[in-house]
Every structure is written in structure tokens, then in C-alpha cells.
């Protein structure tokens, strides 16, 4: 069954979550009407990248999977009969937060929820404000079996491998990756490291990056959607708010590992790690 996926890749108002649950509500829209059945949002799309500063105030960004951006989501996706990997700062009642990925379904439910398993601990703050998840997560959808990972899990080979062991064709990363103060920017392996994700696990791949400007930092976009042998189906540059958009067959995946079998000859018995 083919399926249209979409990279919602936006920008973020300091300070702005309303602006910024409009922008990316409007962005949704644009992508449905283009005739997207998918679509991803970009690493705590809703907020400035606020892990990048260590500051009590920001665990007021927190919600509650209940909570009401959430709800006003489940909404949207009901209304316009798509799915959603939606990006949360969620808090839990016993007072635990994970950067969290919410799969909403087009009935406007939660379908999965998948909570960031590697959370760096140089270049940011998220080990302050966040728990590491417990799991990697795979969700059913009309379409087939969807892997949720978010940023720097795609650093890990085991993610993606994980997940592909776990049925996934698809798999979508919610990233914010930007050029730190000084020049460094992840941008030269930014590619290279999904290309290869894609391709030695042999299925496709959404990946969904911030841009903008916010502070000393500049999130460089180049969202892209990849097939099972790392070719790029559609790609962005740096632009801010725009829609990445590709059309993918994920039973091509399966054809992938039948005429390449990279995953059928596999040694597991011999692997330490």
C-alpha cells in the first residue's frame, strides 16, 4: 500500500508556543491537503530548543499526555485523517519527564508513544531535564508497522537496527539539530549517517529537522525522506517552515531484503554488541 509521508520542518518563536502550535497546525494542513497520510514534526517542534539552556523555568513547558496540546492535536489529526508523530515534553503524574513522540492516529487517538531512549549528556541540558526512555517503540498502522526515534538516537546503529527487528518498513526521526556558536555543525554528517541508516537496514526513512534562528544557534533544516537503499525521495535545504513530502511503497522494503538480503546474511551469533 503506498502512503504519503511528510517532514513538517519548522522554525520556533522564543517563548511563543501558541505561535508555534499555529505554525505548525497551518504547515499540517498545507501537508494534508497535499495529500499526506503521515507526518512528522521536528524535535519539541511546539518550543524553542530549550534544552540548550538549563533554567528551572522551561519544566513549565511540560504537559501530561492528557494535557491540552495533546488534545488539540488529536484533533487536527482526526479532522484532517492523518497520522502524527507529535513532539512532547511530557510529564507524568509521579513527576518524571521524557522527550517524548506521540504517534496520533487519523481517529484523532493515540495510537503509541514512544519516550527518547539516548539522551545526550555534552552540548545541552537534556540529561537535566529529561529521563531516558525505557524501549524502543513500533506502532501498527494502516499502512504497516512505523518505528518513532528522535535525534540523537539516530547516532546509535542499534535504534534503527532494533526497530527494523521489531517489523518496522518506516521509520520517523524527530530531530533538532543545529550549528553551534563557533561554526560546529553537524550538518557534514548529518546525511550520511540516515543515507546509511536507511540503506543497512533497508527500509525507508523520514527524518524531520528544525530550522531557524534562535539565539546563537541556527538549525539547519535539510529534512529528508529516504528509501530502503539510502536514495534520497525528497529533501529540503535550510528553509524555514516548509513540507517535505515523498510518496513511498513500504512493501518495497520487503523487495529491498529479498533482492539485497544485507539483513538475511547477518552473523548475529558472532556479534558482541
Given at each position: 500500500?503506498?502512503?504519503?509521508?511528510?517532514a513538517?520542518?519548522?522554525s520556533a518563536?522564543?517563548?511563543?508556543?501558541?505561535?508555534?502550535?499555529?505554525r505548525?497546525?497551518?504547515?499540517l494542513?498545507q501537508a494534508a491537503?497535499?495529500?499526506?497520510d503521515?507526518?512528522?514534526l521536528?524535535?519539541?517542534?511546539?518550543?524553542?530548543?530549550?534544552?540548550?539552556?538549563?533554567?528551572?523555568?522551561?519544566?513549565a513547558?511540560a504537559?501530561?499526555?492528557?494535557?491540552?496540546?495533546?488534545?488539540?492535536?488529536?484533533?487536527?489529526?482526526?479532522?484532517?485523517?492523518i497520522?502524527?508523530?507529535?513532539?512532547?515534553f511530557e510529564?507524568?503524574?509521579?513527576?518524571t519527564y521524557?522527550?517524548?513522540?506521540?504517534l496520533?492516529?487519523?481517529?484523532?487517538?493515540?495510537?503509541?508513544?514512544y519516550r527518547k531512549v539516548?539522551v545526550p549528556?555534552?552540548?545541552?541540558?537534556?540529561r537535566?531535564?529529561?529521563?531516558?526512555?525505557p524501549?524502543?517503540v513500533?506502532?501498527?498502522?494502516?499502512?504497516?508497522?512505523v518505528?518513532l526515534a528522535?535525534?540523537?538516537?539516530?547516532?546509535y546503529p542499534e535504534?534503527?537496527?532494533?526497530?527494523?527487528?521489531?517489523?518496522?518498513r518506516?521509520?520517523?526521526?524527530?530531530?533538532?539539530?543545529?550549528?553551534?556558536?563557533?561554526?560546529f555543525s553537524?550538518?557534514?554528517?548529518?546525511?550520511t549517517?540516515?543515507?546509511?541508516?536507511?540503506f543497512?537496514?533497508?527500509?525507508?526513512l523520514a527524518?524531520?529537522?528544525?530550522?531557524?534562528?534562535e539565539?546563537?544557534?541556527?538549525?539547519?533544516g535539510?529534512?529528508?525522506?529516504?528509501?530502503?537503499?539510502?536514495?534520497v525521495?525528497?529533501?529540503?535545504?535550510?528553509a524555514?517552515?516548509?513540507v517535505?513530502l515523498?510518496?513511498?511503497?513500504?512493501?518495497?522494503?520487503?523487495?529491498?531484503?529479498?533482492n539485497?538480503p544485507?539483513?538475511?546474511?547477518?552473523r548475529?551469533?558472532?556479534?558482541?554488541?
Amino acid at each position: 500500500m503506498k502512503v504519503k509521508v511528510a517532514a513538517i520542518q519548522m522554525s520556533a518563536d522564543i517563548g511563543g508556543r501558541e505561535a508555534n502550535v499555529e505554525r505548525a497546525e497551518r504547515l499540517l494542513i498545507q501537508a494534508a491537503r497535499q495529500g499526506a497520510d503521515l507526518c512528522v514534526l521536528p524535535e519539541l517542534a511546539l518550543d524553542e530548543f530549550f534544552p540548550l539552556y538549563k533554567d528551572t523555568r522551561y519544566f513549565a513547558y511540560a504537559e501530561e499526555l492528557d494535557g491540552p496540546t495533546v488534545r488539540r492535536f488529536r484533533s487536527l489529526a482526526g479532522e484532517l485523517g492523518i497520522y502524527l508523530a507529535l513532539p512532547l515534553f511530557e510529564k507524568n503524574l509521579i513527576g518524571t519527564y521524557y522527550n517524548s513522540l506521540v504517534l496520533l492516529t487519523p481517529e484523532g487517538t493515540i495510537g503509541a508513544v514512544y519516550r527518547k531512549v539516548h539522551v545526550p549528556c555534552t552540548r545541552s541540558y537534556e540529561r537535566y531535564y529529561f529521563t531516558p526512555g525505557p524501549e524502543f517503540v513500533v506502532a501498527d498502522t494502516r499502512y504497516g508497522k512505523v518505528g518513532l526515534a528522535i535525534c540523537y538516537d539516530r547516532r546509535y546503529p542499534e535504534t534503527c537496527r532494533e526497530l527494523m527487528k521489531k517489523g518496522a518498513r518506516l521509520i520517523l526521526i524527530s530531530i533538532s539539530s543545529s550549528i553551534m556558536p563557533g561554526g560546529f555543525s553537524e550538518l557534514p554528517v548529518f546525511e550520511t549517517e540516515l543515507k546509511t541508516r536507511a540503506f543497512e537496514n533497508q527500509l525507508f526513512l523520514a527524518a524531520c529537522n528544525r530550522s531557524g534562528q534562535e539565539g546563537e544557534y541556527t538549525f539547519f533544516g535539510h529534512s529528508m525522506l529516504l528509501g530502503p537503499d539510502g536514495s534520497v525521495l525528497a529533501q529540503a535545504d535550510e528553509a524555514e517552515n516548509v513540507v517535505v513530502l515523498a510518496e513511498m511503497e513500504l512493501e518495497d522494503a520487503d523487495r529491498a531484503r529479498i533482492n539485497g538480503p544485507l539483513l538475511r546474511d547477518r552473523r548475529p551469533e558472532l556479534y558482541t554488541c
